[in-house]
Structure formats: C-alpha cells, structure tokens
C-alpha cells in the first residue's frame, strides 16, 4: 500500500525523497547554533548590562514605538524581520519549533524543492513579522521585542495541511487526527488568544499563517483547490511520496495517472537507479519539473508493489 494522504504520517528516508532535506537541515543547524550563541550572552554583561540586551535591541523584531526595558527606546532595523525567526526564548520554545519545522516541513521541501521551500518559509517569517510590528499595538499597551521562527512554522503547518488533508497526526504520539483538523484547531486558538496578557506573540503566528495560506493560493504551480481539502469530488488524494522502506509510489492525481497508463502501450524495464534519479530531480525542483516520461516511470513502478 503507498504513501497517501489517509496514511498515518511516518517520515520516509533515504533515497530521493530526503529525510533530513537540505534546507530542512541547515534552518535546524542554524537556529541551534543562534541558540547557543544566545545562551553565552544570557552569561555575560558589557559594562554592566546584560548580553541577552544587546542580542534582542539589534536583532529581535522591536516595536516601532515605545520604551524598552532599559528606558531607551526601541531600535527597529528593517533586518530584524530576518534575524528575529533565528531567535529563541528557551530550550522548549526552540525544540517545539524546530521538532514541527522538520515534522511537516520535511515532505514540503520535496515536493516544492529547496529553493522555493526556503523562500516559503522566510516569507511566512516576513509576514508573521509584518502582522505583529503593525498589529501588537492595536491590541495591547505593552509592546516587546519579538523573537522565534514560530510564525515561519505556522506557515509550514498551513501548507502542509493543505497539500496533505487527510494525513493523520499522532496527537502527543497517541490519538491520530487529521492535519487539516489539528491545524486548523490550532490557528483558530490563536485567533481566539489574541487578547490574552501573555508572552505569546499570537499575532506573529496568525500572521504566518495568513501569508503562507495566501502564497499557495495565489501560486499558479499548485493549483490548489479546495476540495483537495473538503473531499469534493475527489477520486485519490494528490501528492504521493515513496519511502526506500517501500515500493516507489507517486502521482499527480487519478487522471494524470491515468493517461500514463493509457499511453504506456510498451512497458519499458524500470531500474532502481532510474527511480532514484527521478526522486532526486523530485527534490531539487519539484513533481512539476518532471517530464511525462519520468511521471509514467514513477506510475508503473508503484503499481509493481
């Protein structure tokens, strides 16, 4: 049985399909080291003042009016919208980040590719920012520096739960729950937590959602249609991946598939090298850049399991 959208979500390996992507990794391995670097100036002071300050006055995402803790006010720069996403408070706001960043972020960077997967993830960022520089003084007085690629993950969350509906999530590795379910259960608590009196920067992670919601619907390679998510209509779920676990499995939709196999009069001999050369070119650039050629290789191979 492939890898669809009803299956229970298991990250693959190995192969084309990468379970540690490039991006994936390097966004992992930066923010760590950011971390650590951070936890060195929570030890130190320079001429009294603590290094964790210079740390969010220059690269936190500051509020663009108002008085930071230290009676000066705040430094807005326009590349904080960059810096802040590498930022953490502590050890569990980083885990839970970068835990959900590679949980749903692994089969998005496959299916977009690496480069449009990056510039997804820090738009998500851009735009969680935006919401929160413009937004935080509409609903609250008391304005912070914020920090945490928590707005950049709501991003991936919601793209991961539009391209994958049905997939099931172990809810604290127990109760399966459908991803367009769980996700959308929690962007609505952050709507409804808005106003809360917390260090929780709500608005940054609505605001991540919102811009990656947008980015798909307005990207012409997706095509994205909501009965993708409500069932309407629907044959077999779009977006298969295969895993080296099991046997190639991947297609576009049902009647993509279809015409290959229609078309497919003579059936050439399928190696394993071949499918693996496809996965690759999977994810570096995405299922659009196939040829239909390498869409049928990949077509017949999954009928073979």
Known sequence: MGIDSRDYYRPSGFGGFSFFPPVI?????????????????????????????????????????????????????????LTYQFMHGDFTHILFNMFTLWMFGMELENLM???????????????AGLFQLFLAPV?????????GASGAVFGIMIAFAMFFPDRYIFLYFLIPIKAKY???????????????????????HIGGAVTGFLFILIDKRYDFRFDRIFNFHRKKSSYK??????????????????FYEINSEKEEEITQEEIDRILDKISQSGYKSL?????????????KK
Request: aromatic residues 18%; proline residues 4%; glycine residues 6%.
């Open 182 to 204: 769980l996700i959308a259960f929690l962007v609505v608590i952050e709507f409804l937590s808005v106003n809360e009196p917390t260090l929780v920067a709500h608005l940054a």
């Open 291 to 303: 040829t239909e050629r390498e869409k049928r290789i990949l077509f017949e191979a999954s009928k």
């Open 113 to 127: 590719g690496s480069r449009k997967f990056l510039a997804y993830y820090l738009l998500c960022g851009f735009g």
């Open 25 to 81: 990794k390097n966004l992992l391995i930066i923010n760590i080291a950011v971390f650590l670097i951070q936890m060195i100036f929570d030890n130190i002071t320079f001429n009294g003042v603590p290094g964790w300050y210079f740390l969010n006055r220059y690269f936190a995402l500051n509020p663009l009016n108002g008085i930071d803790s230290a009676g000066m006010p705040y430094n807005f720069k326009i590349w904080q919208f």
């Open 241 to 258: 991946f295969s895993s080296r676990f099991r046997k190639p499995s991947f297609s576009q939709d049902i009647e993509e598939a279809e």
């Open 139 to 147: 609903f609250s007085e008391s304005l912070a520096p914020t920090i």
